[in-house]
């Protein structure tokens, strides 16, 4: 007991030193980590920002895609009236000789 004693007296201010350094290495160790735990939660917060404003531009993106589809359904089914009005043949009313040859002599009589 005796020799410890005067072991701690002598060396009083190194085991203090050393006290403090550990002290210092842990009280530092947490700083560090702290900052690091800030920027980490900075980066998870501009990381949802940029989703969020890209999930809008996909919302976006997929009501034009909507709107377009719709065009071009509505597109195709001009196309194909079309289509089918121009492959129908004019109705026209047949005439018979003897209306025709009336037709010709009224439109060549002179008034």
């Given at each position: 007991?005796?020799?410890i004693?005067?072991?701690?007296?002598?060396?009083?201010?190194?085991?203090?030193?050393?006290?403090?350094?550990i002290?210092?290495?842990?009280?530092?160790?947490?700083?560090?980590?702290?900052?690091?735990?800030?920027?980490?939660?900075?980066?998870?917060?501009?990381?949802?920002?940029?989703?969020?404003k890209?999930?809008?531009?996909i919302?976006?993106v997929?009501?034009?895609?909507?709107?377009?589809?719709?065009k071009?359904?509505?597109?195709?089914?001009?196309?194909?009236?079309?289509?089918?009005?121009?492959?129908?043949?004019?109705?026209?009313?047949?005439t018979?000789?003897?209306?025709?040859?009336?037709n010709?002599?009224?439109?060549?009589?002179k008034?």
């Amino acid at each position: 007991m005796n020799l410890i004693t005067n072991l701690i007296k002598k060396s009083w201010k190194v085991i203090v030193g050393i006290v403090v350094i550990i002290l210092g290495i842990i009280t530092l160790g947490n700083i560090h980590k702290r900052k690091t735990i800030k920027k980490i939660d900075k980066k998870i917060d501009e990381n949802e920002k940029a989703t969020e404003k890209l999930e809008g531009k996909i919302e976006q993106v997929e009501e034009q895609k909507t709107e377009v589809k719709k065009k071009v359904v509505a597109k195709k089914k001009q196309i194909e009236k079309t289509k089918s009005s121009k492959s129908r043949k004019p109705i026209t009313k047949k005439t018979t000789t003897a209306s025709a040859k009336k037709n010709i002599i009224s439109k060549t009589k002179k008034k």
